[in-house]
């Protein structure tokens, strides 16, 4: 079965940077599209950004222009680069991954998560 383990988050100033990672380990599918979503308090589940398993990306309106999404295939890897954060983008990061499963009977895509990885933005 497919795990997925974000790393990166912490603690970090307005304007200042992080580099968030989420590795697919395991067996059981060949994972897809991958992404990271946010939840702050409050606050639903909102996308940030995602990346198909031939790097083509999309991202939220919020964070256009400062937030990067990229993958490393080879590793099943995915990352998110945030610069210029704001205190806005704190929230509890999660990586979300797509995995096709092929039997003899069925053929269906399964949507896993991560535990999260926190980001706090504050002076």
């Known amino acids: 079965q497919v795990q997925l383990v974000e790393s990166g988050g912490g603690l970090v100033q307005p304007g200042g940077s992080l580099r968030l990672s989420c590795a697919a380990s395991?067996?059981?599918?060949?994972?897809?599209?991958m992404g990271w979503y946010r939840q702050a308090p409050g606050k639903e589940r909102e996308l940030v950004a995602r990346?198909?398993?031939?790097?083509?990306?999309n991202y939220a309106d919020s964070v256009k222009g400062r937030f990067t999404i990229s993958r490393d295939n080879l590793k099943n890897t995915i990352f998110l680069q945030m610069n210029s954060l704001k205190p806005e983008d704190s929230a509890m990061y999660y990586c979300?991954?797509?995995?096709?499963?092929?039997?003899?009977?069925?053929?269906?895509?399964?949507?896993?998560w991560g535990q999260g990885t926190l980001v706090t933005v504050a002076a």
């Open positions: 979300n991954a797509a995995v096709f499963v092929a039997t003899i009977e069925t053929t269906r895509t399964l949507e896993l």
């Open positions: 395991g067996s059981g599918g060949e994972i897809n599209d």
């Open positions: 990346i198909t398993r031939q790097s083509r990306t």
